[in-house]
């Protein structure tokens, strides 16, 4: 039944011509809707990529700092009398 009214429908070169485009047409919608997941995607990879080096650079200061410190406490309180801390 379908099938038949399908093929009827299509029989017409004006009918192929408007399936033709109405084709055309869903697949530049698919493709513009799958650059913008992607786009999606690429913008939150970006994001977490930021995230990491702002962490990362937190991470360095701490060590920094860490490795600064007074060994001992004879080490610290030479540093706090000669006004050094």
């Known amino acids: 039944m379908w099938g038949s009214l399908l093929v ?3 029989a017409s070169p004006l009918a192929r011509r408007v399936a033709g485009l ?13 650059l913008r997941r992607t786009a999606e995607r690429a ?13 990362d650079a937190i991470h360095r200061q701490m060590l920094h700092a860490a490795s600064r410190r007074p060994r001992s406490r004879d080490d610290l ?7 050094g801390f």
């Open 8 to 10: 009827g429908s299509l």
């Open 22 to 34: 109405m084709l055309v047409a869903l697949t530049i919608t698919l493709f513009i809707l799958n």
């Open 43 to 55: 913008g939150r990879a970006a994001e977490r990529l930021d995230q990491l080096e702002r962490t």
């Open 77 to 83: 309180l030479d540093r706090l009398r000669d006004g």
